[in-house]
């Protein structure tokens, strides 16, 4: 296990990896957005636990529920809703343009990856996407702008026009079940990955703190970039801690130089 808090050792660090590996996963958390000034979700004095995503049974039983949910969304959509990728978000979508980042699994619902230029199919939402709604009775895709007008003039958020069921977020709130093929998608890219980098997550949201796990046993190398410990550093192969940005102005084009460089 490497441990580095060098700046210059960790990019080493890092890129010796990248260069090692053929078919690399990304699997990235709320720490990869903190440098654009959307807070993650427990560092001291986030914003998130003053405003806690209600748990999905209060939201489905209870109207009184769904209208705090919609009120504390909004507060969080006006903190981060304008702001846009990142270096690091760059970093990773010069990844998968390079063909070496077969896939970037996230818990992230801040539609950032989106917003930083990977396509659509690079992509595995694991905890869904807060930039939409969904009807939790036919699935019919609602805009935000449209429930937040509704919810501002009437003081409920709207019903579906369509089946007239319970319109959500479409993110995946605590108790609500995991999405099927987002899933399935996630564990797919994990066993054929060669190489899986970790980017800002605490790892302690499961299942999908599982996931890098899975693909270390199926063979897979871990990498763990983050600013804290996690519960999985002990099965990482490498673990660099310090902030992204600091860290990670890597070019993709020059990794395979600097490994061969070191490795003289
Ligand atoms: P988390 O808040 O539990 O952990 C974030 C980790 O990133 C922490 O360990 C922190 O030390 C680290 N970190 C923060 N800034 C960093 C930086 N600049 N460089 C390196 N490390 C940094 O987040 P999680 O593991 O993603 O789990 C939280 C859950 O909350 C997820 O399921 C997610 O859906 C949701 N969430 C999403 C967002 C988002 O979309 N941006 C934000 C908050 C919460």
Not at 22 to 51: K, Q
Not at 194 to 217: I, K, N
């Amino acid at each position: 296990m490497a441990e580095s808090e060098d700046f210059a050792r960790a990019r080493e660090v890092i890129a010796a990896f990248i260069a090692s590996c053929e078919s690399l996963v990304i699997f990235t958390g709320a720490g990869i957005s903190t440098e654009v000034g959307v807070p993650d979700f427990r560092s001291p004095g986030s914003p998130w636990l003053t405003n806690k995503p209600v748990p999905f049974q209060d939201y489905m039983a209870s109207e009184a529920a769904r209208i705090e949910a919609w009120r504390r969304k909004f507060v969080m959509d006006d903190i981060y809703r304008h702001l846009g990728p990142g270096q690091t978000h760059r970093f990773i979508a010069e990844g998968v343009a390079s063909g070496k980042v077969r896939c970037v699994v996230t818990q992230n619902i801040d539609n950032l990856h989106q917003r930083s230029g990977i396509p659509e199919d690079k992509i595995v939402e694991l905890h869904g996407n807060g930039s939409y709604a969904l009807c939790m009775g036919c699935d019919k895709r609602h805009e935000i702008a449209a429930v937040r007008k509704h919810f501002e003039c009437h003081g409920v958020p709207p019903g579906c026009e369509a089946c007239g069921g319970i319109v959500k977020s479409a993110t995946i709130s605590f108790g609500q079940k995991m999405p099927v093929e987002a899933l399935r998608r996630a564990q797919q890219a994990m066993v054929q990955a060669d190489g899986v980098m970790v980017l800002g997550s605490s790892l302690v949201v499961r299942p999908a703190a599982d996931l890098p796990l899975m693909a270390v046993e199926a063979g897979a190398r871990l990498l763990i970039v983050n600013g804290e410990k996690t519960p999985l550093d002990s099965a990482a192969e490498c673990i660099v801690r310090g902030q992204l940005p600091e860290i990670l102005p890597i070019s993709w084009a020059l990794t395979e130089v600097n490994v061969s460089e070191t490795s003289r």
